[in-house]
């Protein structure tokens, strides 16, 4: 069995316990503002770390969408430039076409007005050459007829 103890160290182990309850109360209500200062430092941290992440973010995200909306009115500008372009050829195309079948046009004038040319000289030539063929043959049918019998 323990030995007993005297009643005095008893009443010093009370006091002792209630001066250390009391420090650690004490202790206690420090270590509770220390960590409630701790835990108000680390929100206010975070606070701020969210706060620079968002702004930094929304900076990012502008950034993103001025650089790609500047990169879509590029693209817009080039293919406005392209079909203008396009549509110059265009009409400089069909520019050439028109005069390719006014001048087709021409010469088929042309042709039909030489080829009527060439059909009446044609024409005429046979009329002569009908009438010289008449002449030779009544000439021919003269000679046949003054022949002297023999």
Request: proline fraction near 1%.
């Amino acid at each position: 069995m323990a030995p007993a103890r005297s009643k005095k160290v008893v009443d010093e182990d009370i006091q002792l316990s209630q001066v250390s309850n009391e420090d650690d109360d004490a202790a206690s209500g420090t270590l509770i503002k220390l960590l409630q200062k701790y835990k108000d430092d680390q929100a206010r941290s975070r606070k701020k770390k969210e706060v620079e992440f968002l702004r930094k973010s929304k900076l990012t995200f502008e950034n993103t969408v001025t650089e790609h909306a500047r990169g879509i009115a590029d693209s817009m500008n080039e293919i406005q430039d392209l079909y203008c372009k396009f549509q110059e050829e265009r009409a400089a195309t069909n520019d050439r076409i028109r005069n390719a079948w006014e001048l087709v046009e021409r010469i088929a004038q042309f042709d039909r007005a030489a080829g009527e040319e060439a059909d009446e000289r044609m024409e005429k030539q046979l009329s002569a050459l009908k009438q010289c063929i008449i002449e030779e043959r009544h000439c021919i049918d003269m000679l046949h007829a003054t022949r002297i019998p023999t």
